[in-house]
């Protein structure tokens, strides 16, 4: 039984479900809340969120007029490495535990982490952590009751709601701990990430293909690192509130469609909230939409992944069934869904014939 079972609104391992098909037993529905706490604006956020996002519109102008062709190349393939550090790394490594990676695909992933500027892994796994744990609920860094905009940004530009600071300083970070790497990230981060994230994908267009230092800073540091918040961002507001809820219908998170390819393979929440300690985070979809689990399998075939945590089709249909929206489609042969003209027109040979 997870510890503080009474508040929480979500498991986060495998160990904290208390039915058979990994769910929790009480309705969450009625946990789910906001106190509606007057927000205490932090202006400096504010205003360099503001200068941050107007600067990236320059570069999506400087991308389509004057960045040399290598640019605009290479502008898509920063984007999805950017993104692996945050979805592969911070969030299916580092906080749900769903895959173990030897040191070296550990020290790539933290470089792609820090590339990815959303702090540190150490607390960006525990802010996840506390997300999954007391989802839609003051304790929630990005709850999504108090609307779209708050779980999207908004979260960042107010100070924490107390209940986000007491639930984060109680939920269990040991095994981060015991990760050097990790902590090391943690230690030298205000020297890291300016490096990483803004220096470097300034110095080396510039120097490796003659890019000129208006285009390389307003493209290659911000427009990346802004377009990967917004893409992370978008899990926790609209995977959030719109989108169907084939596995539990119950709590909020949604598997959305809509910019999926652009998800990371991040898109399927309302499977990842309900089974966070799978690693591929979906049932297993095209590789084409899920970029993050093409990426693993690749190291895990190296041998560099290795302990991938996964579900079994059984308990997913045994979940789907109790808790699912009805919109999860057909399972197979016998499913009460299959309609009678597809039964009709299906053709069974080497059938046994009964004497
Ligand atoms: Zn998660
Ligand atoms: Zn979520």
Not at 40 to 52: D, G, K, T
Not at 82 to 89: F, K, P, R, V, W
Not at 217 to 237: E, F, P, Y
Not at 275 to 297: C, M, V
Request: aromatic share 14%.
């Amino acid at each position: 039984m997870p510890p503080n079972s009474k508040d929480t609104t979500g498991v986060l391992y495998e160990s904290d479900a208390e039915t058979i098909d990994g769910g929790l037993i009480k309705d969450v529905g009625k946990l789910k809340t906001t106190d509606g706490r007057k927000l205490q604006l932090v202006w400096v956020n504010i205003v360099l969120f503001v200068i941050l996002h107007l600067s990236a519109l320059y570069g999506v102008w400087l991308l389509l007029t004057k960045a040399t062709w290598t640019t605009v190349l290479l502008f898509p393939f920063a984007l999805i490495v950017t993104a692996l550090g945050i979805s592969g790394g911070a969030h299916r490594l580092w906080a749900h535990r769903t895959f173990k990676a030897n040191v070296p695909l550990r020290l790539i992933f933290l470089f792609l982490n820090t590339l990815a500027f959303q702090d540190a892994v150490y607390i960006w796994a525990r802010d996840h952590r506390v997300h999954h744990k007391y989802a839609e609920t003051d304790a929630d860094p990005y709850n999504s009751e108090r609307g779209w905009f708050f779980s999207h940004i908004g979260w960042l530009c107010v100070r924490k709601h107390p209940q986000v600071v007491e639930k984060g300083k109680q939920i269990d970070l040991s095994d981060l701990e015991q990760d050097r790497l990790v902590m090391f990230q943690k230690k030298y981060y205000l020297l890291l990430m300016p490096l990483i994230c803004f220096v470097l994908p300034t110095v080396l267009p510039m120097y490796l293909w003659g890019e000129s230092l208006n285009v390389s800073w307003h493209v290659m540091a911000l427009l990346r690192w802004v377009t990967t918040l917004n893409l992370i961002w978008l899990v926790n507001s609209s995977a959030h509130m719109y989108g169907k809820r084939p596995y539990d219908k119950k709590i909020s998170p949604t598997d959305e469609s809509f910019l999926i390819w652009l998800r990371f393979g991040e898109g399927y929440h309302n499977y990842h909230h309900v089974f966070p300690w799978d690693y591929k985070s979906a049932e297993l979809g095209p590789y084409s939409r899920d970029l993050t689990t093409a990426f693993i399998n690749f190291f895990a075939w190296l041998g560099w992944a290795y302990d991938l945590k996964s579900v079994s089709p059984d308990l997913v249909r045994r979940r789907v069934q109790r808790t699912g929206d009805g919109s999860h489609p057909v399972w197979g042969w016998g499913d009460k869904d299959q309609c009678s003209e597809d039964v009709a027109d299906t053709t069974i040979t080497h059938q046994r014939v009964v004497r």
